[in-house]
């Protein structure tokens, strides 16, 4: 099943879609439109008459803006967790892991990092043991199912070299075959750079607007 990001540029960028059987890593300063491109994901997947597993960690999901982008009553097809703490995440994705509903054609989890950096001064150690389990866990469930998995990523400013860095670094770089780096441009423009994929060209740079209705190309930037 085909899952588009509603925009043309940015998926033929990626080989055409969201690509099953794979994490899918969204990065990004907060502002960047991760939550956006996630509602996004979700309405076109259910446009594909299929469910989403859509795990808030930062009450990033709104009715009303699944509203704006999509019809009311396909709200019921949206399995919404809000883990409030790192270890109840945990415990979502474990329960993700068993969901029965053969019809789920998407989990996304936004933001994957949010929680854990709030325990990651207490013990590292025990913060990235949960984090590579949650995504290993994640990471199996695309494999074996078969569908999309869709995460978003924080970053941090390096304290050596100043450079932008994924929260939790090597964990999500080795789990997530695809990542994307969003940038904002503009009031509500938006840059997608793809750093990471297995087939397609890195380096790709797509411009977007995020409107009321949703993420829509800016064509007048063309792709490049």
């Known amino acids: 099943m085909a899952i588009s990001f509603n925009i043309e540029e940015l998926d033929k960028v990626i080989g055409g879609k969201l690509e099953e059987g794979i994490i899918t890593n969204c990065y990004g300063e907060a502002g960047s439109g991760k939550s956006n491109m996630a509602m996004q994901l979700c309405t076109n997947c259910i446009r ?41 995440q945990l415990k979502t994705t474990q329960l993700v892991e068993k969901d029965t509903d053969e ?33 290993y866990i994640l990471s199996g469930l ?13 970053v941090y400013a390096d304290f050596d070299t100043g450079d932008v860095e994924l929260v939790g670094r090597d964990i999500p770089k080795y789990f997530s075959k695809t990542i994307i780096k969003l940038e904002k441009t503009g009031d509500n423009a938006r840059c997608a750079t793809l750093t990471k994929h297995r087939f397609m060209p890195e380096g790709k740079k797509v411009n977007f607007e995020i409107k009321e209705k949703g993420l829509f190309s800016a064509k007048k930037f063309g792709f490049f």
């Open 48 to 88: 594909n008459s299929k469910k989403v597993i859509y795990v808030d960690t930062e009450n990033g999901f709104t009715p009303e803006r699944f509203i704006q982008m999509h019809k009311k009553e396909d709200l019921n097809k949206v399995h919404i967790y809000k883990p409030k703490t790192f270890d109840e």
């Open 103 to 135: 019809n789920i054609g998407l989990v996304i989890v936004d933001s994957i990092v949010s929680l854990y950096r709030l325990i990651l001064h207490d013990n590292i150690a025990d913060a990235n043991y949960k984090l590579t389990k949650q995504f």
């Open 142 to 154: 695309a494999e074996s199912r078969k569908i999309p998995v869709f995460v978003t990523n924080q």
